[in-house]
């Protein structure tokens, strides 16, 4: 029932993530705590992670994210609409991202 | 291209090596957001208040600052590095930054190049106030005539020949050993 939930729902990136690109990388500096924290609270992600951190814009499902991602990239069935959970889960964790 | 597991989508990045302008361009961000913005600092420009290593956090500039004593992350006109020094002298709606160990000033900069104010310093997760109270008024007037400097030179000097004395007895009490 959660995964359901999950599919359908409809993320956006939080205001209060600074975020920059900086040779290449896509640097986060989470600021949901009130303060930036370079030393303690710094981010990057990688290729796979910034697609989906890119079409979290408040518009798309996860499913749609999913299917849009699984016309660019090769994977078996249902495996990246697994993994896009599972990213989403660890952003809402760090508190980058909240439903719409 | 394929997917790879959710463990590794997001990195703690306290394991990168930011440079001098990187910071600056978070600092700028996270300052635009209204919010303070915690990280290491290098170098010995502000010994012995604010050494390599320690951990600062800068403040947006609130209204009426800086004040003579404070201290700040600045750039300099054309140079896209950030510094953090101190203010030590206030004119014509500009301000000289000079750091606490520097034998010159950095010169006149407007208050649209200071990014912040800096309200906190760590070491060893103890906090730091030396310099950021009210003695930072005293501390601001004694480097811009270059007192600071000076002694913060001899008492290097100084603690650099205690230390080699030091040294050398500790040898000469070694061979002396070694000869009996």
Same mark, same amino acid.
């Given at each position: 029932m959660a995964a359901t !939930? !999950?599919?359908d729902s #409809?993320?956006?990136r939080s205001e209060d993530v600074v975020t920059r690109e900086i040779m290449g990388e896509l640097i986060l #500096? &989470?600021? %949901?705590s009130g303060i930036? +924290?370079?030393e303690d609270e710094i981010y990057t992600f990688n290729e796979t992670g910034r697609a989906i951190w890119e079409l979290l814009d408040g518009r798309k499902s996860v499913r749609e994210i999913a299917r849009e991602l699984e016309a660019l990239y090769e994977s078996p +069935? /249902? *495996?990246i609409e697994r993994d896009v959970q599972g990213i989403i889960a660890e952003l809402i964790r760090r508190r980058m991202i909240f439903v719409v | 291209m394929s997917f *790879? %597991? &959710? +463990?590794?989508y997001v990195r703690a990045g306290n394991g990168i090596t930011f440079t001098s302008e990187v910071r600056l361009e978070l600092t700028k961000a996270v300052m635009e957001k209204g919010k303070p913005f915690r990280f290491s600092v290098f170098g010995s420009s502000m010994y012995p208040f604010i050494r390599d290593r320690h951990i600062i956090t800068i403040t947006p500039l609130p209204e009426g600052r800086p004040e003579l004593g404070d201290v700040v992350a600045f750039v300099k006109p054309g140079v896209k590095k950030l510094f953090v020094h101190r203010v030590v002298r206030i /004119? =014509? /709606?500009l301000f000289q930054l000079r750091g606490d160990n520097a034998k010159a000033p950095d010169g006149m #900069?407007?208050? =649209?190049?200071i990014i912040g104010i800096v309200t906190r310093v760590e070491h060893n997760s103890s906090d730091v106030r030396a310099g950021l109270g009210r003695e930072r008024r005293l501390v601001a007037v004694m480097s811009r005539h270059g007192l600071l400097w000076r002694i913060t030179r001899v008492t290097g000097f100084l603690t650099t020949s205690v230390a080699a004395g030091l040294q050398k007895t500790r040898l000469d009490c070694q061979r002396g050993d070694s000869r009996e």
């Amino acid at each position: 029932m959660a995964a359901t !939930i !999950i599919s359908d729902s #409809v993320f956006q990136r939080s205001e209060d993530v600074v975020t920059r690109e900086i040779m290449g990388e896509l640097i986060l #500096v &989470p600021l %949901t705590s009130g303060i930036g +924290d370079m030393e303690d609270e710094i981010y990057t992600f990688n290729e796979t992670g910034r697609a989906i951190w890119e079409l979290l814009d408040g518009r798309k499902s996860v499913r749609e994210i999913a299917r849009e991602l699984e016309a660019l990239y090769e994977s078996p +069935d /249902g *495996e990246i609409e697994r993994d896009v959970q599972g990213i989403i889960a660890e952003l809402i964790r760090r508190r980058m991202i909240f439903v719409v | 291209m394929s997917f *790879e %597991t &959710p +463990d590794s989508y997001v990195r703690a990045g306290n394991g990168i090596t930011f440079t001098s302008e990187v910071r600056l361009e978070l600092t700028k961000a996270v300052m635009e957001k209204g919010k303070p913005f915690r990280f290491s600092v290098f170098g010995s420009s502000m010994y012995p208040f604010i050494r390599d290593r320690h951990i600062i956090t800068i403040t947006p500039l609130p209204e009426g600052r800086p004040e003579l004593g404070d201290v700040v992350a600045f750039v300099k006109p054309g140079v896209k590095k950030l510094f953090v020094h101190r203010v030590v002298r206030i /004119g =014509a /709606g500009l301000f000289q930054l000079r750091g606490d160990n520097a034998k010159a000033p950095d010169g006149m #900069v407007s208050r =649209a190049n200071i990014i912040g104010i800096v309200t906190r310093v760590e070491h060893n997760s103890s906090d730091v106030r030396a310099g950021l109270g009210r003695e930072r008024r005293l501390v601001a007037v004694m480097s811009r005539h270059g007192l600071l400097w000076r002694i913060t030179r001899v008492t290097g000097f100084l603690t650099t020949s205690v230390a080699a004395g030091l040294q050398k007895t500790r040898l000469d009490c070694q061979r002396g050993d070694s000869r009996e």
